[in-house]
């Protein structure tokens, strides 16, 4: 049963381009969202989060909508640069624990 | 301050051995929560500890478990090993249980991982 998915396992976008990573879910009682970000041979690390009592949430170049009525979120990174490439997962919060997304592997290539 | 350490990083076992992980939290934090990531299948939830308690568990086989010292370090155990246990396993502490993100104060801070290779 996945909760969380990231439907697209890759994505390819051009320098300077926005990359649109999406992240559809199941559970309704979901009350935060993230995502992470991981390269190889690393952790993966935090990026950006929102409540779910918001739709849209900005930090520099990376924005994260939520579409709660459709279960849906997005993270949109605008410009985008070649150190962006790495694999994206979105997860999702139950009052208790974070559930992860498959992932996805964004390419940024020049 | 020094992040999540993993170690070993990695390792090569066979079928039928069983294995020990282990995972020094961020100084302070309290949580430590224990992932399996596999290709196709993201981040998989195995348990939490808090306070040398489990708090929570994700849906693997009693084969897996784990536990907290006083100190916060945690220790991970996969008995019996199958080929299908090899994966990536990533530690992550926090503040608090769950791990969200109340002001960016308490999300999940992830070690590099220990990658689990069982021929």
């Known amino acids: 049963d996945q909760q969380v998915k990231q439907n697209s396992p890759s994505l390819s976008v051009q320098e300077g381009r926005i990359s649109i990573l999406n992240c559809d879910y199941t559970?309704?009682?979901?009350?935060?969202f993230l995502w992470y970000k991981k390269y190889p041979a690393e952790g993966p690390t935090f990026l950006i989060s929102?409540?779910?009592?918001?739709d849209k949430n900005e930090d520099g170049r990376f924005t994260v909508f939520l579409n709660k009525s459709a279960k849906h979120l997005s993270l949109h990174i605008v410009p985008s640069q070649p150190g962006d490439s790495a694999v994206y997962f979105c997860?999702?919060?139950?009052?208790?624990?974070?559930?992860f997304g498959t992932g996805t592997r964004l390419q940024v290539f020049p | 301050k020094a992040g999540v350490t993993q170690t070993p990083r990695y390792l090569i076992k066979t079928r039928g051995q069983q294995v020990t992980l282990s995972c020094s939290p961020i100084?302070?934090?309290?949580?430590v929560s224990w992932y399996q990531q596999t290709p196709g299948q993201g981040l998989q939830f195995l348990f939490e500890?808090?306070?040398?308690?489990?708090?929570n568990k994700g849906n693997f086989p009693g084969r897996f478990s784990g536990r907290q010292f006083s100190n916060s370090r945690s220790e991970m155990n996969v008995s019996t090993l199958e080929l299908g246990d090899s994966a990536l396993y990533l530690c992550?502490?926090?503040?608090?249980?769950?791990?969200?993100?109340?002001?960016?104060?308490?999300?999940?801070?992830f070690g590099a991982g220990s990658r689990l290779t069982v021929l």
């Open positions: 500890y808090f306070s040398e308690t489990q708090r």
């Open positions: 100084s302070g934090h309290r949580s």
């Open positions: 997860a999702a919060r139950k009052p208790d624990k974070l559930i």
């Open positions: 559970n309704s009682m979901f009350d935060y």
């Open positions: 929102i409540s779910s009592i918001k």
């Open positions: 992550a502490s926090s503040l608090a249980i769950g791990g969200a993100s109340y002001a960016g104060a308490n999300v999940l801070t």
